[in-house]
Structures are given as structure tokens and as C-alpha cells.
């Protein structure tokens, strides 16, 4: 030792340079700011529990997905691992676990919750509503992401809008629907409102989670069901179980699905961790509806074309009648309701809105791709 | 200092401790893994390049809402200053800044580059093509994404869908469009393949940046324009310097904005910095689209009723013509340039599933929210 001369001080010194360069890292070449020097290097080991089995295509790989992007951005400090439906609680508790705190985040479907609020159907999707890009005007840019905040403060939740279906399918049924009489006596899987609109022509509506809708179906406890769109329900099976798959899916035109975060969890976490879980929930908002328009029409000609499934239009009297009874159900809910009118009422101007500007671009555009000469 | 009996041993490690912990953060409850400790916490500052004027609704926002976003994800780690277009550089040289380096990242459209290679074109939008949602499932799920990171490789950048408009309008113009003819000898801003299209059937097509346009038009530079929707062309004034407003936007249905960074700098950035731009990218791509679907409306009800702007369709004999045009524009480029034809091939293979599946979903949607009972 004898030939060091540094003093005990210089030592200190020099410790303390070494120290602070190796956790400010040796790159720096510019002075680091204060908010810098101090972010918090804790690792937070988070659980979020689903309503989808694990893994599931589309719904439940936006939850992995999300937690992939937000582990990745934040350089590792924050960890979500994900639970399928049942692995931790089951699929229809998830809105309680978070609520409580048992998981830190869920990643769902609001209007599985109306029984907690009816509003919150009004979150994912209403019959003859907002489309997938029309509800993300409306969340994003229309007013939308503050009601919801406000409507699931009270439960202890942060919302926020984590992945898109895009327009669904009608659903299967081993009937044809020709006319409104034909759904009477059905008991028909088919959640939200759109559950209320068809309980008015005789359908005993129920919900059940995804993982259990093939057996269901199989064992006679429903005779129909609605589950997403061609992609969906390859995976579960469907084409097995029923015979006529119909289009389109008039009750669920752009379903937003929810990642949900325990408002105590969300605000012990530091600001960038906060903006990370915001930015990867809008980027897995959209990944989701890329993923299912990239992949519905491939399943479907799967459905179809190898397992022999009837594709059929549901009848324009059908749709025409199902669009009255919606209005008539939504006005209904909101005359009870102060606060579902007042979302209702946010989301109904939004929509004529839409519906307008729409009809001159994304429809007509449609259209007009599709014009042949006639001659 | 008597009083003091630690050796100078202690105090070294008491001073590493402290040190250590200061950087570490005091909130730390679990062992740090690795990946967190080695962290780098330079902070990068950016400069970002744009064809937009500074904080252009829209187009411009979206540059400004990326910055906020990452500076935020990052912690203050990235911190990326926007130059509007002309600021820094001239807006049509925002590809060679990046390319070159004196930005690091630049936001734009690929179809401007169209002089630098053809396939970029392909990137932003296709007349008769891709909407906004089936840009983004080709892109992100349909192998796009891939093809554009090899087409930019031998220009240094690395790119990203970061924005789109929606469908875009048809242009402004002093003059019916009511047959094919009625373009012929009409100079106009109209670029990408929609300008080879015209150029087909006697129009001289030019661009011209955002900025310049509505000079361009008032002094006659140019008798027509097309620019994006109602809500940037009210806010550029063309309903000053144009009497009709045609509808739909054939030539521009999904509008693809990009997101460049000079690949030196994207690789010289720590993983969590690149997952941040790549997240955050995501995030504005979906959320221009929010803003615009949000907006659109009310700026084209004020052009109208306010301006007097005449809104007009263009005639279903002109758009399938354009059509037929644009098909055998592709295919005469695809036979000439087989990079072009790699990425053509692909997305042609997307857009045929595309237009099949929407016909039953988004489409079929559209149409049967808007039936009404005939009696």
C-alpha cells in the first residue's frame, strides 16, 4: 500500500467519481439534466390479469404485447406479468382484482362491467355506433377519455384504451335469420347493449368468457353466441359447433377494449413510467386492429372455403329494426340515467358528426374503389 | 476531524453507499436487475426536420406530440427539437438532412421522395389503394414495415409510420370536374403515383410544400390543388382562392406520414431510448388519425356554410376511369423496376384480401347503420 500517496480524502473522492460515472454512464457528453440524475431506478414487478385466455390471438397477444413494449422502453424497470383468464382469478373478476389491488392491471372489455355502471358499455361499443376509427376520434380527440377517467375514479381505476376488433361479425347461429321472430327463444351469448337490444325481440341474452363459449355452444347451455370475427373464432372452433356465421356485426362496430390500472399502483410510479404505460397502451390500440386486418379475411376463407361454414347477411328489415329498438333502449338508459346520458349524449353528437364527414370519405371512398364500367 | 473514528476505509465505502444509492434511487425495495443498473443516462438532444409548417394542425402536431411523448417515456433522456419546414432546412430537403445527418430525424411524407426511388411512393399511399386501416395492417402485420426498412437501408435511415389523415379530399378546383376532359391543361399540386395518373389524362402535376400552396394558387403558379381534408385546408384559407371542393379523395385513401432517423443515430441510442422512438412513433401514428377524424367535420361545415365552398363528387365515369389509369400506371412502373415490383406485389396481395373482408365488415357496416325502412 505504501505507494499510493493519495490522502483518505482523495480516495473518497475518487470513489465517489467512479461510483457516480458507472450508474450516470460513461457516453455522457453533455451535462445531464436534473430530472435525469434523479429517476428513480426501481424495478416495479407488476401482474395483470385478463379476461382472455392466455395468449389468445388478437386479444390476449395485446396484453403480451404491452407488456413487452412497456418492459422494453422503460429499460427494464417495469415488469407486467400477464394471466390468462382463471390463472390468477377468474375471467369476470378481473375488474375487482385490479379495483382492489390484487393484480396492479387488467386488460378487458368495459361494458363486461355493467353491472358495476351501465355506462360503461358506452366504453367498448355501441349497436350502430361508433366505428373502430371513429371511437378512437371520440376517446382521443372527442371528450371520451375524460368520462371514462371520471366514471371509473370511484371504483379506484385508471382507464385507458388498449386495442381495437374492428367491426365484428353478427355471430353464429345453427338457425337462419329471415326475420325478427327468428331469434325469439334463442339464448344467445351476446354482452353490452347490444344484449338488451335483442332481449327485446325474445332472445334470453347472457354473457359468458371466451374460454367457455365452444363448450357452451357444444353442451346446449346457448344456442347461438357472438364472439368477434373470423380470426377469433377460428381459434376457438366455432365452424364445429354451429352452422351459419352472419355478417355484420350491427351490435359491435369498433369494440374498444380497456387496459385497466389501481389508481394508487398508476400513481406511485414515477412520471416516465406513467407516460410509458400511456404510450404502449395507444400503440397496442392500434397493433391489435393491424393484427385483425391483417389476418380476418385468410381465417375466413378458412371458415368457409375448408370447414364449410354458411356465410349470410343478416336481412336489411332485420338490421333496420334492431337500429330502432337500439335508439329506443339508449334513450331509455339515458332518461334513467344521468350518467350514462351524459356519456350517451358526448358520443351521440360525436357519431352525427362521423356519420356525416364519413359518408363523403372513408364510405364514399369505399365505394368508389369498387366502381366498374357497366359497359 | 478527531472525533471521527472510522477508518479511511469506511468512509470510502460509506461514500461508494451513498453515491451509489443517490443514482440507484432510495425508492428501490428489490434487487436491481442488470439491464437496470447499466442503464445509460445520457441524455440525447435531437434535432427533427418536417415538410410542415411549425405545429401545422394535423401534420405538424403529430411531430410535436412524438417529441413530448419520448422526452416524457425517456425520463428527459431524448430530447428532440421540431423545425418547422424552411426553419432548418427546405422542407423537400428533409430527406437528405436525415439522410446526411444534420438531423437526426425528420417528419414527412416517402412520397416526396419519389425522385430518389419510385417504391417510396408505395409507403405513404397508392391511388385506389389502402385506407388508413389497411395501410396499417399491411405495415405492421402484412410484411410492409420490413420492405420499407430495406428500401431506406441504402439511404441511412431507419423509417416509421408515424401518422395518418384518413381518407383525403379530391382537391380544390375553379373548374367542374365533369368529365375526364375537364382535367386536361389544368396545372396541379398533386403528388405520388396520383400524379403520374393525372399527368395521363393532360394534367401537368407538380408539388409544391403545404406552405407555398396557397401563393402557388393565388398567383396562378398552379389552377388546382389537392392538400389533405377540411381541417388543414381550412386552416391553409384555399376556400380564398378555389370555388369547388371535390370529394373523394381517390388519388390519397390512406396516407401514410413517416417518422425517419439517420441510422447512426437510431443505433448509436441505448434499446430502451430505440423502443421509446419505435413506441412513441406508434402512438402519434394512430393519434393523427384521432385528431383528424375528430375535426374533419366541423372544418368542411364551416367551409361550407360559412365560405359558401362548393362541395362536389366527382363522377362516377372519372373515377373509374382514374382507376383503370392507376392500374396500368403500377404495372408499366412494376415491369420497369423490380424494387418497385417487390413492394407493389405485396401490397396489391394485401389489398385484394382487404377489399374482400371489409366488404363484410367495415363496409357492410357503413352501409347498415345508415338503412332506413322504406315505408
Known sequence: MKKYTMSPM??????????LSACG?????????????????????????????????????????????????????LQVKVYGAGQLVPALETFDAVSQGTAEMGHSASYYWKGKTRTSALFTTVPFGLNAQEMNGWLHYGGGMALWKELYEPFNLVPLAAGNTGVQMAGWFNREINTLADLEGLKMRIPGIGGEV??????????????????????????????V??????????????????Y????????????IVNKQAFESLPDDLQAIIEGAARAINQDMLDDYTARNNAALDELVNTHGVELRQLPDDVLIELNRITQEVLEEI???????????????AFREQAIKYHKISEQAYYRARELKASD
Do not use: C
Open 10 to 19: 482523495t480516495l473518497i473522492a475518487l470513489a465517489l467519481l467512479v461510483a
Open 25 to 77: 454512464g460513461s457516453e455522457s457528453n453533455q451535462p445531464s439534466e436534473q430530472g435525469v440524475q434523479q429517476a428513480p431506478q426501481k424495478v416495479y414487478k407488476w401482474k395483470m390479469v385478463t379476461t382472455w385466455p392466455k395468449n389468445f390471438p388478437g386479444l390476449g397477444m395485446a396484453a403480451e404485447n404491452f407488456a413487452t413494449l412497456a418492459e422494453r422502453m422503460s429499460g427494464g424497470r
Open 198 to 227: 335483442v332481449s327485446r325481440v325474445g332472445v334470453e341474452a347472457v354473457n359468458i368468457p371466451g374460454g367457455e363459449l365452444y363448450t357452451s355452444m357444444q353442451t346446449g347451455v346457448i344456442d347461438a353466441t357472438e364472439w
Open 229 to 246: 370475427g373470423p380470426y377469433n373464432d377460428l381459434a376457438f372452433g366455432f365452424h364445429q359447433v354451429a352452422k351459419y356465421y352472419y
Open 248 to 259: 355484420p356485426g350491427w351490435h359491435e362496430p369498433g369494440p374498444t377494449l380497456e387496459l
Open 334 to 348: 339515458a332518461a334513467e340515467d344521468a350518467g350514462f346520458k351524459k356519456v350517451y349524449e358526448s358520443q351521440k
